[in-house]
């Protein structure tokens, strides 16, 4: 199985114990729930600290080479039920 690594912890583990920012081929960002859409992705451990420091530091921002619209962290905390 492959690994996969937070984007802002760098914890490794499976696909499934995180949760997926991705960069639509449009260039949009969104939250994929499923793992399966394509783009470019980002994983983020199932928590909101994470998240946090995801925000604080840009991780995401660093692994796409460009801005997130904020929106994307409300998102993913939405996601995780936070």
Same mark, same amino acid.
Do not use: H, W
């Given at each position: ?6 984007a802002? $912890? %760098?914890? *490794?583990?499976? *696909? %499934?114990?995180?949760?997926? @920012?991705?960069?639509?081929?449009? %260039?949009?960002?969104? #939250?994929?729930?499923?793992?399966k859409?394509?783009?470019?992705? @980002? ?6 600290? $994470?998240?946090?420091?995801?925000? *604080? *530091? ?9 801005a #997130?619209? !904020? !929106? ?5 905390? @939405? $996601?995780? %039920?936070?």
């Open positions: 199985m492959p690994e996969r690594s937070c802002a $912890c %760098g914890r *490794k583990g499976e *696909k %499934g114990e995180f949760v997926r @920012a991705l960069r639509l081929p449009d %260039g949009t960002f969104t #939250v994929d729930a499923t793992g859409m394509s783009g470019r992705g @980002a994983y983020l451990c199932r928590n909101a600290e $994470c998240i946090r420091i995801a925000r *604080k *530091k840009n991780s995401l921002a660093r692994s796409f080479r460009q #997130v619209p !904020e !929106e994307i962290y409300g998102a993913l905390e @939405a $996601c995780i %039920g936070e």
